[in-house]
């Protein structure tokens, strides 16, 4: 199987372009094993290089980059060879994570409220920001 169609790498942003968000980067390509469980979601690519960016789901889940070249060398049992899923649709690293962090949506980190509540920073421990209400409960100032 070819690893990387024409589609497939017209589908990949460049290397870095999602850079910063995180869990919430969209995985345009999945490969994995069939012979275990390890699984590969690209989000982004670098034809020069060959190099992607992504999930990496195997002893452990964690983003990182990973080699077009030494997925292709893998050979498992039975001489069996990393293949890509033909029927994944792009889905954030959020949808596809086992362990995805806990998100950042600006809302309070303890009640849910929005930030139209009126939002505090907890400089002090870096904490999430929290609303005026659940500020004020945590610090007995009520
Ligand atoms: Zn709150």
Redesign the pocket.
């Known amino acids: 199987m070819m690893l990387l169609t024409k589609k497939n790498r017209a589908d990949l942003p460049e290397l870095y372009s999602q850079d910063g968000k995180g869990y919430d980067a969209i995985a345009h390509v999945k490969f994995f094993t069939p012979w275990s469980n390890w699984t590969w979601y690209a989000t982004e690519f670098d034809p020069e290089t060959g190099r992607f960016f992504g999930l990496v789901q195997g002893t452990e889940e964690e983003l990182g980059y990973f080699m077009l070249s030494e997925l292709e060398a893998v050979k498992g049992k039975w001489g069996l060879k990393i293949e890509r899923d033909r029927h994944f649709s792009p889905k954030s690293l959020r949808e596809v994570a086992k362990n995805p962090p806990p998100k950042d949506d600006g ?7 929005t930030p139209d ?1 009126g939002m505090r920073e907890r400089v002090a421990n870096g904490d999430p920001d ?6 004020k ?1 945590e610090y007995n100032l009520a």
């Open positions: 809302n309070c980190a303890k009640c849910g409220a509540d929290i609303c005026e209400p659940c500020y409960f």
